[in-house]
Nanobody
Framework: QVQLVESGGGLVQAGGSLRLSCAAS????????MGWFRQAPGKERESVARITWTGTIRYYADSVKGRFTISRDSAKNTVYLQMNSLKPEDTAVYYCAADPHFEGSNWSVWDYWGQGTQVTVSS
């Protein structure tokens, strides 16, 4: 069983930064791929960034490339999402996800999910 707990969300002005953290627990979670997804009101959940268990391969949504960075600290069983140059359209609930395989951007195939953390960017 894998448990994921997100933190770091909040209210920030446009152009500001936030760093989200996802603490993972579970026997083999260090070998899992991790991802960040987000869901805005009235919209479908979408992939933001994904990282392999080695940390060597990372994918980003086009809308966040150059602004967001995903990373992981295996010693701490934690994955991060550094978000810079935030825009009002980044406002959403951000979810951490984990999977034994490096899944694609389709959120429905990821096995484990956190409870989500709200990010609100004011203009």
């Amino acid at each position: 069983q894998v448990q994921l707990v997100e933190s770091g969300g909040g209210l920030v002005q446009a152009g500001g930064s936030l760093r989200l953290s996802c603490a993972a627990s579970g026997r083999t979670v260090n070998t899992y791929a991790m991802g960040w997804f987000r869901q805005a009101p009235g919209k479908e959940r979408e992939s933001v960034a994904r990282i392999t268990w080695t940390g060597t391969i990372r994918y980003y949504a086009d809308s966040v490339k150059g602004r967001f960075t995903i990373s992981r600290d295996s010693a701490k069983n934690t994955v991060y999402l550094q978000m810079n140059s935030l825009k009002p359209e980044d406002t959403a609930v951000y979810y951490c996800a984990a999977d034994p395989h490096f899944e694609g951007s389709n959120w429905s195939v990821w096995d484990y999910w956190g409870q989500g953390t709200q990010v609100t960017v004011s203009s």
